[in-house]
């Protein structure tokens, strides 16, 4: 009979560590760039260009700066608070949430594992990390490799795989078909109102919101200690089953799935062209008196948004955006005029600076820009990034972590990366 133990062993060649150490090697990896990068610079002759010395300088803050994003997915796969985070900061629990919450949140979208061009398998890796600390210690054995507990236990690498494919599996189900059955149990329900099959179909609406509760609990439980969004969301859809229940959530909330903004937006689209030339005041005030428990002050609030996002398409000057520093700059200013949650505006940014960067280096237009952003699976315009952004820089390994994402967050990227393109037009 095969060795139960082989078997495993070949199984888990080439899988990722399990995600703690999956962080910890990320960590390791840019110890070593730092290492590597102060050495240079230390052996580095008085008579150089000052030039060369600046730009060692910015390489370890850029470094540094990378890892203390690392260490902080670190602390959090350990299961550590936001608030312990920020106490070892010196900021608080908040600011260390804003400062911090979308990276960790693109390490979980991205599976708890290593992305881009520094994902190489931890069995190839990890003999020459432990050679080159060697050269400096060589009294003690594996060096690296011991401090990562999954190296030396493909039982774990192999049951981590097996919970980062169902996290994916499940996080595609949140999205769909489970938000398509709310809103159909929904329309059903509107249509049964006042007949004798209304609760019941009342009944079926909210078990459909249970029913996605459920999964995002499963969600939770697969991403472990970096859970924490799925379960908001498992709790979000437990209180809109209980207002169903209820009656406080109603068939005749004509918008019941659209956020404040959303609901804003649709009522700007049934004003007359009279109502929609006055004043921002008097915009509001139109809006408002449309929606059912909301304020002039709230529709004011979101109102500045909703007039950019009606204004004329943004002239780019694309030429310009060969340096990541303008690209991002010019992403940026198209993503703030659509609506989208932080994450999503945060990650669909760094795709749109990859985008207009590279289209300004092979010298394209925003034509090229939008059939890179419709065929995904073409992403040759990395190469271009990777010869004009600098060593250190971390954005081909970031775009090509998105484009190599689970379906539901690539999708969730692209099509917000798509609506803010709507707004650009070539001058």
């Known amino acids: 009979m095969p060795d139960s133990d082989s078997e495993t062993n070949e199984q ?25 990068a102060a050495l240079d610079g230390l052996t580095a002759k008085a008579t150089q260009p000052c030039a060369a010395f600046l730009s060692g300088a910015q390489e370890l803050l850029s470094l540094a700066e990378r890892l203390v994003d690392q260490t902080v997915i670190v602390h959090r796969e350990r299961g550590e ?8 900061a010196g900021i608080s629990r908040q600011a260390a949430h804003d400062r911090w919450a979308a990276t960790v949140g693109a390490w979980t979208l991205t599976g708890r594992r290593r992305t881009g061009i520094n994902a190489i398998p931890a069995d190839i890796l990890l003999p020459g990390l432990d050679e080159w600390y060697q050269q400096y210690d060589p009294a003690r054995p594996r060096p690296v490799s011991a401090t990562l507990d999954s190296s030396a236990d493909p039982a774990a690498r192999l049951a981590a795989q097996q919970q980062r494919e169902e996290a994916a599996q499940l996080r595609a189900q949140t999205e769909e078909p489970t938000s398509t059955a709310t809103r159909e149990a929904w329309v059903a329900y509107t249509a049964a109102v006042g007949t ?19 999964l995002y609990d499963r969600l939770a ?8 969004e799925a379960k908001r969301a498992a709790g979000k ?41 006055g004043s921002p005041k008097e915009i509001a005030e139109h809006i408002a008196r449309r929606l059912d428990g909301v304020s ?52 669909a940014t760094t795709l749109l600076t990859g985008y207009l960067m590279a289209a300004a ?46 379906p539901a967050t690539r999708h969730g990227v692209l099509a917000t990366a798509a609506t803010a393109l709507q707004h650009a037009t070539e001058c």
């Not at 910890?24 to 290492?35: G, S």
């Not at 040759?380 to 994402?405: M, N, Q, Y």
Request: charged share 25%; proline share 6%.
């Open 221 to 228: 439980a697969a991403e472990g200690p970096m859970g924490a």
């Open 196 to 214: 004798g099959s209304a609760d019941e179909k009342r009944a079926a609406w909210a078990a459909a919101h249970l029913t996605r509760a459920t």
């Open 296 to 347: 002039v002050t709230t529709v004011s609030k979101h109102l500045d948004r909703l007039l950019r996002t009606k204004a004329a398409p943004l002239p780019l000057n694309l030429s310009e955006a060969t340096d990541e520093a303008t690209a991002r700059e010019m992403a940026q200013y198209l993503v703030q005029f659509i609506d989208a949650a932080t994450f999503w505006a945060q990650m």
């Open 81 to 88: 608070s936001w608030e312990t985070i920020g106490e070892q």
């Open 12 to 36: 888990t060649r080439g899988l990722p560590l399990t995600p703690l150490d999956e962080a910890h090697l990320a960590r390791a990896q840019t110890l070593t760039d730092i290492a590597s």
């Open 237 to 277: 859809q437990r209180s809109i089953a209980r207002e169903i229940l209820d009656g406080s959530r109603d068939a005749q909330d004509p918008q019941p799935f659209l956020d404040t903004y959303q609901r804003i937006n649709a009522a700007w689209n049934d004003l007359s062209t009279p109502e929609r030339t």
């Open 361 to 406: 280096l092979d010298d394209a237009s925003l034509d090229t820009v939008h059939r890179w952003s419709a065929h995904p699976d073409d992403a040759g315009f990395v190469e271009l990034l990777r010869t004009g952004c600098s060593p250190e820089s971390p954005l081909p390994a970031d775009v090509e972590a998105i484009l190599s994402a689970d």
